[in-house]
């Protein structure tokens, strides 16, 4: 078999590839990105970035870029589209949702992943594959084959790469549907508000809000799935909003038509041999609460430096096992707490009196923080073994000597703080920094960072270190 001409094919160019594809450039590794459609979505959907992944950016240094596109609102209100405030202090430099067009999002990525000097390459899809002890034969659907030494399936909820890995994708079928679009109205807004908010009484899903002049972003939810896979008409929404509205409020002239399911699924593995799964294409759950794209994208930036350090050849034996290990928990988690969220959007009357309980409870500061927490993904804890309560979580981008944490890693290396200035992190230099008295914002005496951003060691003792540094980076080099 011939040797590899690249080290990883990402199939996809969603939020997702894209950023793993960038991830994997700090490193110089060789990364081609096919992607089956020829063009962009053109359609404006509005996402969320949440605070984790706001803090990302931060870290590579493209939050100045995305803020440039996006709208700010506070970090609150949005699980199960609760009303409440959002939580005091929470504990992060840029503790806001960020809206912005999902276009954009992607956009900004792409270029920043070719930027780096990733490849991508539209209109390809990816047809099947074969892998042996050397790398991936990836045959695109026009009979071209590519080998490289990694796959990476960032192809989406029907991924074409997971299907072909025969990795099952266990979870439930969608039994409803939600219809979404952009389009104009032939009523007064003032029409609009008071029939909208007559039925979010019970139906908190239904939405008719203003979206520039004359234009409002629909959102109508369906009883039962469509047989058909192509996106709504304006007739299909017309028909379902006189069924629940009793009007159809004139809409005309849509500008994007379409649906999406409930279904929640988790694939059972996030890796076979050298072929690797990520964002939708590894788990899928209903919208609410606006996690799925910042899922992927923290998918791939927890998958980054460990594959390109496999590649490189200094990555500990299990270091890319630890991929799935972290990951597949987490995303447990968002789809147990958006099944939660569903039930509390029931019209039903047991579901609504948890609500109303519940809705009781999140007026207790804490309740509300740690649902908040959970949503934007600050509160995770990665196992990392018994330790320090900093020991596997993200450090916020606290105040440096040198400015602020973040932009000290922009380059996707590890990091060693240390209030001693007795440490080093010797021969591991060329893969960690090392910032001597950095700041008195740490109560503790020395941490050590992966280059995701979470506390990898907490101490003072140069032997313990080495230990970790061995653990997260492999050998020392000579």
Not at 66 to 81: D, E, I
Not at 145 to 172: A, H
């Amino acid at each position: 078999m011939d040797s590899p001409q690249l080290d990883v094919i990402i199939a996809g160019c969603g939020p997702t590839g894209a950023m793993l594809a960038a991830e994997l450039r700090l490193h110089d590794v060789r990364v081609l990105v096919l992607e089956k459609e020829t063009e962009p979505v053109s359609f404006a959907r509005i996402v969320g970035l949440h605070v984790r992944s706001i803090e990302l950016m931060a870290m590579r240094g493209l939050l100045d870029r995305v803020l440039q596109h996006g709208r700010q609102r506070p970090a609150g209100g949005f699980f199960a589209a609760i009303a409440k405030p959002a939580p005091k202090y929470l504990d992060s430099a840029h503790a806001y949702l960020l809206g912005i067009p999902q276009p954009v999002v992607v956009r900004l990525l792409e270029e920043h992943a070719i930027q780096r000097g990733a490849q991508v390459r539209r209109g390809c899809a990816v047809a099947d594959f074969e892998q042996d002890d050397e790398g991936v034969t990836v045959e695109l659907a026009d009979g071209e084959q590519l080998r490289s030494r990694y796959l990476v399936g960032c192809d989406g909820g029907r991924s074409t790469v997971r299907k072909l890995l025969g990795v099952g994708f266990p979870g439930e079928p969608s039994r409803n549907e939600t219809l979404m679009g952009e389009m104009e109205v032939g009523v007064p807004q003032e029409e609009i508000a008071a029939t909208v908010a007559e039925i979010q009484e019970t139906n908190k899903i239904f939405s008719l809000r203003p979206f520039g002049p004359g234009v409002y972003r629909v959102v109508v939810p369906v009883a039962g799935v469509s047989e058909r896979a192509e996106p709504p008409t304006l007739e299909d929404f017309k028909q379902h909003l006189r069924t629940i509205a009793g009007t159809d409020f004139g809409v005309h002239s849509p500008r994007w038509l379409s649906r999406f399911g409930d279904a929640t699924r988790l694939a059972e593995r996030y890796r076979v041999g050298r072929v690797l799964l990520a964002g939708d294409a590894a788990h899928i759950h209903p919208p609410t609460g606006g996690q799925g794209l910042n899922l992927g994208v923290q998918d791939a930036f927890n998958l980054g430096w460990k594959l390109a350090a496999q590649i490189r050849g200094w990555a500990p034996e299990t270091l890319l096992d630890t991929y799935e290990a972290e990951r597949h928990p987490v995303a447990e988690d968002v789809l147990d707490n958006t099944r939660a969220q569903m039930e509390l959007l029931s019209t039903e009357p047991g579901p609504r009196a948890v609500r109303r309980l519940l809705t009781e409870l999140m007026d207790f500061e804490e309740v509300n923080r740690y649902l908040i927490e959970k949503i934007t993904a600050t509160a995770i804890r990665y196992d990392f073994g018994e330790g320090p309560h900093l020991l596997g979580r993200r450090l916020p981008d606290i105040d440096v000597k040198q400015g602020r944490l973040y932009d000290l890693l922009h380059r996707g290396r590890g990091l060693l703080l240390d209030r001693t200035g007795r440490l080093t992190v010797g021969g591991w230099s060329d893969r960690v920094d090392h910032l001597a008295d950095p700041t008195a914002a740490l109560d503790v005496p020395c941490v050590l960072l992966r280059p995701d951003g979470h506390v990898a060691w907490v101490g003072d003792d140069q032997e313990d270190l080495d230990d970790h540094l061995s653990r997260w980076f492999g050998n020392p080099a000579n």
